[in-house]
């Protein structure tokens, strides 16, 4: 299995939750900035964020040839899809926007 998730999107739209499922298998995540626009992520902590063609390649091998950096970036990923979107924490704000909108239908 693989211990780099690369994302060198450089067009595009749409939602990014294949970044997320890589963050919360674990895996160490290279992205451009478009590749991970929109997510409340960090450079350095839980992802690796590069726009140069070769700073993006640098980062790629770098990451697959430091099995510490995988796992410490990796463990960083998960503990951030943990804490921000696991199904309790969704499932309360789902909650809280369809007791809002009734409010407002009253």
Not at 1 to 9: K, L
Not at 47 to 65: G, T, W, Y
Not at 90 to 99: D, G, L, S, T
Request: charge should be positive.
């Amino acid at each position: 299995d693989g211990s780099v998730f690369i994302v060198p999107i450089r067009v595009g739209g749409g939602t990014r939750m294949k970044i997320y499922e890589a963050m919360a298998m674990g895996k160490a995540v290279v992205s451009t900035t478009i590749g991970a626009e929109g997510l409340p992520v960090s450079d350095g902590k839980n992802v690796f964020i590069r726009d140069n063609a070769k700073e993006f390649a640098k980062a790629c091998v770098e990451l697959m040839q430091s099995r510490e950096e995988q796992v410490r970036v990796g463990k960083n990923a998960r503990q951030f899809v943990y804490e921000n979107y696991r199904w309790e924490n969704v499932a309360k704000v789902f909650a809280e926007i369809c007791e809002q909108v009734i409010e407002k239908a009253k």
